[in-house]
């Protein structure tokens, strides 16, 4: 993904272009390009700001973002339920399948937290 350019830079490029030059010479005069110029004056037009819009898919879309409520409330009711059982459950249920790394993944977005507790822990000198 692309890194926005500074606000220092846009804020220049629109100031520049409300002095009277034109899009195309202040995207020369920075060394961006004309498109960016334009798109930069086109969101200052519009919101009166330069801040670069915000980055990324919109929160609450993707596979999982319509059975937000039904996972989160099955990790709720069973704390211990494992990925794998997770992914069953809701192919079982909704359709859905997925990869169990993703629920883990989208489970750390919600704020669940996974705490490793002294049963993970291998035994240093394992020998029988």
């Known amino acids: ?3 926005p350019i500074s606000s220092d830079l846009r804020e220049r490029i ?3 272009v409300e002095a009277g030059q034109s899009r195309r010479a202040m995207a020369a005069r920075f060394e961006v ?3 960016t110029a334009v798109r930069i004056q086109a969101r200052y037009t ?3 700001s330069v801040a670069p819009a915000r980055q990324g898919r ?3 879309s993707g596979k999982l973002g319509p059975y937000r409520e039904a ?3 099955k990790v709720r009711d069973k704390p211990d ?3 794998p059982d997770l992914a069953i459950w809701l192919e079982a249920q909704h359709g859905v399948s997925i ?3 993703n629920l883990s993944k989208f489970l750390c977005r919600e704020g669940f937290t996974y705490k490793k507790n002294s049963c993970w822990r291998r035994r240093k000198n394992a020998v029988t």
């Open 1 to 3: 993904m692309g890194k």
């Open 99 to 101: 990869d169990p790394s």
């Open 71 to 73: 996972i989160t409330g």
């Open 46 to 48: 519009a919101t009166g």
């Open 33 to 35: 390009a004309p498109s």
């Open 81 to 83: 339920i494992t990925m």
């Open 14 to 16: 629109v100031r520049g």
């Open 58 to 60: 919109p929160e609450g």
